[in-house]
């Protein structure tokens, strides 16, 4: 009923989004008007940026289901991320000390989604010597800011949480949303698969497939520099699936990066999958067809793990830490210690007592089995997709 009186209500001040062309249009004027705020002249890489989101917006505006809320839900968030960008632009510039700020031996929590992932991030981030960003400070990055000016920003990103858990109380079970928690990288990156989880957009597939992603980790290293400065350095844990893709590019960008990749049977992890994106589609689109979203994130699964599969391999071995997702949902007091150990952490008193309350935070992204035919596919069909990973993951399992 929530979605219907929105929709309704948006309606008449979406209309333009029926049409690609003045889609774009609309962003570019809305973008000028984001930057005039900004007091700031954006340059060449800022002027990419405006066209790539603009390019996303036309995709969207492509989807013959998009509902009015959904186009709204696009397009305040490609103004917020062009705002947020403009605002760290002008930190730099105003502090040029902020670029000399050094991202040392960052922690990229990489994989499948729907593998324990979010459970190991926080584990991560919980530990003193490490820092996960929180979905406020990514989403409204700012420098040294008083406690009230903070907690502005906070409590403007918490009412947009509040906002999307009200709309989509399935997707927040699945993977809930908090401001003051840490969460995923995708908050400041653009050029990543997550618009596909609220639409089926191919023609914004084919892009991603072609696009060079390393301005989206440059500009991610400028937000940790403008996040960490003045402030204690700690090792940042970072997280999003699909960096698994990514390792080159990374360690490109962030040298002496290293990788947790956490694991689990594909055929779980996809049908664990699709059911979350059903539930995120379902706030944009009026129908969502399940087999759709089946046969688009198989293939977009599949290609990105056999993709960081290949990158792995031209990898130090000390570069790459593996989780069996089984075992630290199952035990994390036995095996939350052995990756501390492999990522030459200790592991203290502080860290164990800790444990018991972010291993109790309701699903760490994983999630029940889902059936796989709601979605169109069988178990044959995903096992064979991911050719010999699913026998590497059993063997990882033990």
Same mark, same amino acid.
């Given at each position: 009923?929530?979605?219907?009186?929105? &929709?309704?209500?948006?309606?008449?001040?979406?209309?333009?989004?029926?049409?690609?062309?003045?889609?774009?249009?609309?962003?570019?004027?809305?973008?000028?008007?984001?930057?005039?705020?900004?007091?700031?002249?954006?340059?060449?890489?800022?002027?990419? %940026?405006?066209?790539?989101?603009?390019?996303?917006?036309?995709?969207?505006?492509?989807?013959?289901?998009?509902?009015?809320?959904?186009?709204?839900?696009?397009?305040?968030?490609?103004?917020?991320?062009?705002? &947020?960008?403009?605002?760290?632009?002008?930190?730099?510039?105003? &502090?040029?000390?902020?670029?000399?700020?050094? #991202?040392?031996?960052?922690? %990229?929590?990489?994989?499948?989604?729907?593998?324990?992932?979010?459970?190991?991030?926080?584990?991560?981030?919980?530990?003193?010597?490490?820092?996960?960003?929180?979905?406020?400070?990514?989403?409204?990055?700012?420098?040294?800011?008083?406690?009230?000016?903070?907690? !502005?920003? !906070?409590?403007?990103?918490?009412?947009?949480?509040?906002?999307?858990?009200?709309?989509?109380?399935?997707?927040?079970?699945?993977?809930?949303?908090?401001?003051?928690?840490?969460?995923?990288? #995708?908050?400041?990156?653009?050029?990543?698969? %997550?618009?596909?989880?609220?639409?089926?957009?191919?023609?914004?597939?084919?892009?991603?497939?072609?696009?060079?992603?390393?301005?989206?980790?440059?500009?991610?290293?400028?937000?940790?520099?403008?996040?960490?400065?003045?402030?204690?350095?700690?090792?940042?844990?970072?997280?999003?699936?699909?960096?698994?893709?990514?390792?080159?590019?990374?360690?490109?960008?962030?040298?002496?990066?290293?990788?947790?990749?956490?694991? !689990?049977?594909?055929?779980?992890?996809?049908?664990? %999958?699709?059911?979350?994106?059903?539930?995120?589609?379902?706030?944009?689109?009026?129908?969502?067809?399940?087999?759709?979203?089946?046969?688009?994130?198989?293939?977009?699964?599949?290609?990105?793990?056999?993709?960081?599969?290949?990158?792995?391999?031209?990898?130090?071995?000390?570069?790459?830490?593996?989780?069996?997702?089984?075992?630290?949902?199952?035990?994390?007091?036995?095996?939350?210690?052995?990756?501390?150990?492999?990522?030459?952490?200790?592991?203290?008193?502080?860290?164990?007592?800790?444990?018991?309350? #972010?291993?109790?935070?309701?699903?760490?992204?994983?999630?029940?089995?889902?059936?796989?035919?709601?979605?169109?596919?069988?178990?044959?069909?995903?096992?064979?997709?991911?050719?010999?990973?699913?026998?590497?993951?059993?063997?990882?399992?033990?």
């Amino acid at each position: 009923m929530r979605r219907m009186v929105l &929709n309704a209500a948006l309606g008449r001040a979406a209309k333009d989004r029926r049409d690609p062309g003045r889609a774009l249009a609309l962003w570019r004027e809305r973008a000028a008007v984001v930057a005039a705020a900004a007091d700031t002249e954006p340059d060449a890489d800022d002027a990419a %940026f405006v066209e790539d989101l603009g390019f996303t917006l036309q995709c969207f505006a492509r989807v013959p289901e998009l509902t009015p809320l959904g186009w709204t839900v696009q397009l305040r968030s490609a103004e917020e991320r062009l705002a &947020n960008r403009l605002r760290v632009k002008w930190i730099h510039s105003q &502090n040029p000390l902020v670029a000399d700020e050094p #991202i040392e031996r960052p922690v %990229f929590v990489v994989g499948l989604p729907r593998t324990a992932s979010s459970l190991v991030h926080r584990i991560l981030s919980a530990s003193e010597p490490h820092r996960g960003p929180l979905l406020w400070e990514l989403q409204r990055t700012g420098l040294g800011r008083d406690a009230a000016s903070a907690d !502005r920003s !906070r409590r403007a990103v918490e009412r947009q949480v509040a906002r999307l858990t009200a709309l989509a109380p399935a997707y927040d079970a699945m993977h809930p949303l908090r401001a003051d928690r840490p969460e995923e990288s #995708i908050a400041v990156m653009w050029r990543t698969y %997550f618009p596909l989880s609220c639409a089926v957009m191919p023609d914004y597939r084919a892009w991603l497939e072609q696009a060079d992603v390393t301005a989206d980790y440059e500009y991610l290293r400028q937000v940790l520099q403008v996040l960490q400065y003045g402030r204690e350095r700690r090792r940042w844990i970072l997280k999003f699936p699909g960096h698994v893709a990514h390792l080159d590019v990374i360690r490109q960008v962030f040298p002496g990066a290293v990788f947790v990749w956490t694991h !689990r049977d594909p055929v779980a992890a996809v049908g664990s %999958f699709c059911a979350l994106v059903e539930a995120l589609a379902g706030v944009h689109c009026r129908r969502v067809d399940p087999v759709a979203v089946g046969r688009l994130w198989l293939g977009v699964l599949a290609e990105s793990i056999d993709r960081g599969r290949k990158l792995r391999r031209a990898l130090p071995a000390d570069a790459v830490a593996d989780v069996s997702s089984h075992r630290i949902v199952a035990d994390p007091h036995r095996y939350a210690p052995k990756l501390f150990e492999r990522l030459g952490v200790p592991w203290t008193f502080a860290d164990r007592m800790g444990l018991d309350a #972010i291993a109790g935070v309701p699903d760490g992204g994983v999630g029940p089995r889902r059936d796989l035919s709601r979605y169109g596919l069988g178990t044959e069909e995903v096992e064979e997709a991911f050719g010999d990973y699913g026998q590497e993951v059993a063997d990882l399992r033990g």
